[in-house]
């Protein structure tokens, strides 16, 4: 069974749509976080979530929404998509927020034309 | 702010060889140290992962250390094989945050 899950794999879509992107960890994990690789392969990370609660909010644009249903789900909102969000999403968890053993979802492709 | 660098960015090496990745970092105040490897379209595979305590960890034909007064850390790779082929990333985590910040990276392509 995949520890941690996204969908969709791939997302083409065009500038000025809204989009979501699903994570999903079935590791009885607290903290959930979502990273940003771009083009040039460097990774960031954008948010985490520890037990639905906001703890990271990385300077990012507010067209990005992240939003935790219960805390084994952590599911991102973009809005108004722009060329630049082009990128790879990953998805990631950890039992606690001082555990930095973090789990890797296998990405979501957003290619924005 | 902790900036964490890569070198070499990409590698070529003939299957059987010994290689060394490096990765240093700005801000020796480190909580940990975590080598990943990634996989074409897939996600992050964690290699090992050294405590700030540590100087090394071992795992298989893995061997990563750890320098903190000088904001380095080494992954050697014995007898490399053309599986080991894929981008391996160092990431760090500052003590005081919950975060790593990640390297950009070094592409290694073992040949057969």
């Known amino acids: 069974d995949t520890a941690v899950s996204q969908t969709p794999k791939y997302l083409v879509t065009q500038m000025g749509n809204d989009k979501s992107i699903k994570c999903e960890q079935n590791?009885?994990?607290?903290?959930m976080y979502w990273y940003k690789q771009d083009s040039k392969k460097f990774l960031k990370i954008m948010f985490s979530?520890?037990?639905?609660?906001?703890?990271i909010n990385e300077t990012v644009p507010n067209r990005f929404s992240p939003k935790s249903p219960d805390k084994a789900h952590l599911n991102l909102h973009i809005n108004s998509l722009e060329l630049g969000d082009s990128a790879v999403y990953f998805c990631?968890?950890?039992?606690?927020?001082?555990?930095?053993?973090?789990?890797f979802g296998p990405g979501t492709r957003l290619t924005v034309t | 702010k902790q900036e964490v660098t890569q070198i070499p960015a990409a590698l070529s090496v003939p299957e059987g060889e010994n290689l060394v990745l490096n990765c240093s970092f700005t801000?020796?105040?480190?909580?940990?140290l975590q080598w990943f490897r990634q996989d074409p379209g897939k996600g992050l595979t964690s290699l090992l992962l050294?405590?700030?305590?540590?100087r090394e960890q071992t795992s298989g034909r893995l061997n990563a250390s750890l320098d903190k007064s000088s904001g380095r850390s080494t992954l050697y790779i014995a007898a490399s094989q053309p599986g080991d082929s894929a981008t391996y990333l160092c990431a760090v985590a500052t003590s005081g945050t919950y975060k790593y910040i990640f390297g950009t990276g070094t592409r290694l392509k073992v040949l057969a």
């Open positions: 590791l009885g994990h607290d903290t």
């Open positions: 801000d020796s105040a480190i909580y940990n």
């Open positions: 990631a968890s950890s039992q606690s927020r001082n555990s930095y053993e973090q789990y």
């Open positions: 050294i405590q700030s305590s540590q």
């Open positions: 979530y520890n037990n639905k609660e906001l703890i």
